[in-house]
């Protein structure tokens, strides 16, 4: 009788709702538990084949270790208890909370070098980090979150329906931003405009960048189905 499957162990806590946290320290805490029943049962005497079976004895089996861990409600964790709310509002809340505060950002840092003022033309070196940071509010702002989502989802065994739906309001929401900034010249104020919109809103609601929204979109949803399929939490960390 070899040791207890440490990692069906886990797996089977992650799968029904324990915190990663809490998995991993309770196996921690198993094996060094374990260790030391083994260890006693040697000094005892025993060969090590018998002081592993009686640590195992001791200490029981998967099915009764994960009925006793899953008995204390409070070890599991947010996302597995309300799934619809951590992956299909929070994310989308914080995500346009995130788009609109860089927005913010990024206009005090236009206004604050008068690129609005005519005459006021700016050097590369002062257009570079806004353009920079306005690229990548619209551009990576929502596979970023995506990523996180899926990861935090696949940490956790949870159902890939609610992280799917998140994922696909979000793409729908940050994948149809456009902007057009004109840095002022000598002879011309600057101006800054954004839309939002697909071309199946009505004319005063959408924009003509449809195809660039629709490659975002592509993009993000392809790069998000090959993430799910490769990333495994498990691989990345130690049991």
């Keep these: 009788m070899s040791e207890l499957n440490w990692q069906e162990l886990r797996v089977g806590m992650l799968k029904n709702g324990i915190a ?26 025993l060969s090590e084949i018998a002081a592993q079976q009686r ?46 505060l860089a927005l913010f950002l990024f206009l005090a840092a236009y206004e604050s070098w008068s690129a609005t003022e005519a005459g006021s033309e700016l050097a590369a070196w002062q257009k570079l980090p806004v353009q920079a940071w306005f690229l ?24 890939p329906f609610w992280p799917a739906m998140g994922i696909v309001i979000m793409v729908f929401l940050g994948s149809s931003w456009a902007y057009t900034l004109d840095w002022p010249t000598a002879e011309s104020s600057g101006a800054f405009s954004m839309n939002w919109g ?32 490769m990333y495994d939490p498990l691989r990345e960390q130690p049991n």
């Design 20 to 45: 990663p946290k809490y998995a991993r320290r309770t196996v921690l805490e198993l094996k060094s538990h374990f260790a030391e029943l083994k260890s006693r049962a040697i000094d005892e005497g």
């Design 55 to 100: 640590a195992r004895s001791d200490i029981g089996d998967e099915a009764t270790i994960l009925k006793e861990v899953l008995s204390k409600p409070e070890l599991r964790s947010i996302p597995s208890r309300f799934p619809r709310l951590f992956f299909a509002l929070i994310p989308t809340l914080s995500l346009l909370l995130t788009f609109f």
């Design 136 to 159: 990548a509010t619209c551009y990576l702002l929502v596979p970023c979150y995506a990523l996180i989502t899926i990861a935090i989802a696949k940490a956790r065994f949870i159902n």
């Design 198 to 229: 697909y071309s199946f809103f009505p004319r005063a609601l959408r924009g003509d960048h449809d195809l660039q929204n629709y490659l975002q979109i592509l993009i993000t949803l392809a790069a998000s189905v090959a993430f799910w399929r």
